[in-house]
């Protein structure tokens, strides 16, 4: 019981649960880049956005995942607004949601673009 207590003061100290100590726009930032944090979403997005269409059922052959993985993995896409998904018959389809994309590149590039070394010789 005591080491139960220790290690659960020990993932609050370190952080796990103080998302409120952050900015706005760092818990957002974090949030969207969680939401693209694994190779599968990664690939189902650049999937999508190749295609520029909705995609019905050819990203189980596309990516050799599981049905079941590739189904988890839309989930979250779709929960976070990245994609979005149509009922077609007895299928799902899905394309890129194009605000949400906007959003997301707008906020990536003004991430990357904010650092511009001054000095040079560092590192």
Known sequence: MINQFIHRNIAIDMGLTKS???TDKQNR???MMKALAHPARIAITQ??????ACICGDLVEELGLAQATISQH???LKTVGLIQGNVEGTS????INEKTWEEYRKTFEAFFITYQRVDKDCC
């Open 92 to 95: 799902v389809c899905y394309c």
């Open 74 to 76: 839309l989930k979250e």
């Open 47 to 52: 999937h999508l956005v190749k295609q520029q």
């Open 20 to 22: 409120e100590i952050f």
């Open 29 to 31: 930032l974090a949030g």
